[in-house]
């Protein structure tokens, strides 16, 4: 018993008394939802050290700068048109999209399982499946204010700028859905690399060289099949990469160029599903990834 | 609630593994020291409790909740400490704690008043401000125990929470445990292979042995005193004197240590006229002239379980 009062008698036990929670408990939409939203300042280095917010922030001061100054010249100059489309704006700062997405997507997937704080989630009410959609909705989010920024920011130039508000609603409307296509897959693709990678560095070099010496490779082909004058394989080519499928959709939506533009209905379509198609299917293998982390 | 967690045939088969064969038991409320030597099933039966292992066989109940069909209701109430690190570095212990009382369903106010108490309550003052991954290890484990507390469960699942630490961190581990089980009237279920650090904070000791239950008792059962008394005495040559005395006024001594034992005596002799064995060391070092340290009953240790009984004897016997 002389070592019970030992115990007790020690300093680092502060007493001023223990206090049960009665107050509200949350389902797991809340939770899902709060997850979401720390997942989505996360991205941004907001809620952790300070200098893990000097990357997402430069790389996203970066990607507006182009929109800044097109911005400063239609008020200043007052130019007739956008000197860069809606659509073409993401192709254009596609590098600095891919960074963003390889370096933020471990910020979400990787470092739980890597510190395997995982286990402190699982451990709680949400399902693994909730909380894989959550973290990707959170990317997803992020992504999309990196490449619906740029647009708005242009649009609002054009209207300060006294263009046509009916043309620009339109053109950037269009160019909002196919950068929604482009986030679901970019978002999808990094998501995946990331759950399966528990090293940091690995995930952002697999993704990087999955989307751009991915889409480095489709143009070559592109570009051999334009010179061969076979465009058909640079068109099937171009369903494999998702910036070929961006430049592809945009094509035929848009005014975007590509070596190899979908023709005929049926490759165009192609272009839509397999858009779609790929970012249902990392979905859909993101889930199962930590369905089975979880044991379940 | 009496029964906090109740098991049934549970059997978890890793298949070249058997980590829990056929465990049938019960734990009620206060502090239950879960003991066994590493692989014994410990960490597969916290695991199996909180959903995050699915078992081979059997049933289980946690809070009165069904495992196979209530598991987010057992782990809305119930906090986990796991064995492994499970802290990002680059985040505060007060940052963390806050977002895990929210992923416990804790409005964002109530989860930051809850962070800094529970902070409080484990010792992290001004520290739980800094990223943990510049934290000692002793550090860790409290910001692990804070975050298993955040959310006011009522049961914490303590898996190893001493491990990796040193003696005095090790001994305020412990009296954390103590305090979570006693004055915060949280139900405790603790895991550690040292089967002696558990036996001064816990009301129940359940001991498993590859996968099986060897023994489930209070804690004060397997500590019966023995009836033998140790005895300390100071001088010259003193333990050699003190015994060769006892031993002559007929009490059977043995060396234990810098102790002397001193054997019961046979409750079926006669005993009058015989004086009590207390005042008779007493007496005798009064006689020789030597100093009396101290006198002492000899209580088992936790340990002694595995010496004792074959298991199979025992679980039979526990299980009743």
């Known amino acids: ?296 | 609630m009496d029964t906090v967690v109740r098991t049934e045939g549970l059997t978890k088969d890793y298949g070249s593994v058997l980590a829990l064969d056929d465990l049938s038991l019960e734990i009620g409320p206060g502090i239950t020291g879960l003991v066994g030597a590493n692989g014994a099933g410990k960490s597969t039966l916290i695991k199996i409790l909180l959903g995050l292992l699915t078992p081979t066989r059997g049933a289980a109940t946690v809070l009165g909740h069904d495992i196979a069909r209530a598991s987010a209701e057992i782990r809305t109430e119930v906090g986990y400490l796991p064995e492994h690190d499970c802290l990002p570095p680059d985040v505060s212990a007060s940052d963390f704690v806050v977002h895990l009382a929210m992923m416990s369903g804790l409005p964002r106010v109530a989860a930051r008043e809850r962070a800094a108490e529970v902070l409080r309550h484990v010792g992290l003052a001004e520290e739980r401000y800094r990223p943990m991954g510049g934290y000692s290890t002793g550090m860790k484990q409290r910001a692990k125990l804070a975050q298993a507390l955040a959310h006011d469960p009522r049961l914490v699942l303590l898996d190893e929470p001493t491990n990796g630490l040193d003696p005095a961190a090790r001994d305020d581990m412990l009296g954390l445990v103590q305090r979570i089980g006693e004055d915060f009237g949280i139900a405790v279920i603790v895991t550690s292979h040292l089967l002696g650090e558990l036996e001064r904070v816990s009301d129940h000791v359940v001991i498993l042995d590859g996968g099986k239950l060897l023994r489930a008792s209070r804690t004060d059962e397997f500590l019966d005193a023995t009836g033998t008394l140790l005895v300390e005495v100071l001088g010259d040559d003193a333990q050699a004197r003190m015994a060769a005395a006892l031993a002559e006024a007929g009490v059977m001594t043995q060396a234990r240590g810098g102790l002397i034992a001193l054997e019961p005596p046979n409750p079926a002799a006669d005993r009058s006229g015989v004086p009590d064995l207390h005042d008779l060391v007493r007496d005798t070092a009064a006689d020789l002239g030597l100093g009396l340290v101290r006198i002492q009953a000899d209580h088992r240790r936790i340990e002694d379980v595995f010496h004792d009984a074959p298991a199979d004897v025992t679980a039979e016997v526990a299980r009743g």
């Open chain 1, 1 to 296: 018993m002389a070592e019970r009062g030992a115990v007790e008698s020690r300093g680092v036990i502060h007493d001023l008394g223990y206090r049960p929670y009665t107050g509200p408990r949350q389902g797991e939409g809340a939770i899902a939802w709060a997850l979401f939203v720390n997942g989505f300042l996360n991205a941004f280095g907001i809620g952790r050290s300070g200098k893990s917010k000097v990357l997402p922030f430069l790389l996203l001061a970066l990607n507006l700068l182009p929109a800044v100054i097109v911005v400063g010249a239609m008020v200043l100059i007052g130019l007739p048109d956008l000197p860069i489309s809606y659509a073409q704006y993401a192709s254009t700062t596609q590098v600095l999209l891919g960074i963003f997405v390889a370096s933020q997507a471990p910020v979400l997937f990787s470092r739980d399982l890597r510190h395997g704080s995982i286990t402190l989630y699982l451990a709680r009410p949400l399902r693994a499946t909730h909380y894989a959609l959550a973290r990707w909705a959170a990317l997803l989010a992020a992504t999309l204010v990196f490449l619906l920024l740029p647009i708005l920011m242009l649009y609002v130039g054009t209207l300060l700028g006294e263009l046509d508000a009916g043309t620009q609603t339109e053109d950037a409307a269009t160019a909002a859905l196919l950068v929604v296509l482009l986030a679901l897959t970019l978002t999808g693709v990094a998501g995946l690399i990331a759950s399966v990678s528990v090293r940091r560095g690995f995930a952002v070099v697999a993704t990087i060289a999955v989307l751009l010496l991915g889409n480095g490779i489709v143009t070559a082909i592109q570009g051999i099949a334009t010179e061969q004058e076979r465009p058909r394989i640079g068109e099937i080519a171009g369903l494999f990469s998702p910036y070929s499928l961006y430049r592809g959709a945009g094509a035929a939506l848009a005014d975007l160029d590509s070596l190899t533009p979908p023709t005929g209905a049926g490759m165009e379509a192609a272009y839509y599903v397999a858009f779609v198609a790929l970012a249902a299917l990392c979905l859909g293998l993101l889930v199962l990834r930590y369905r089975k982390v979880s044991g379940r």
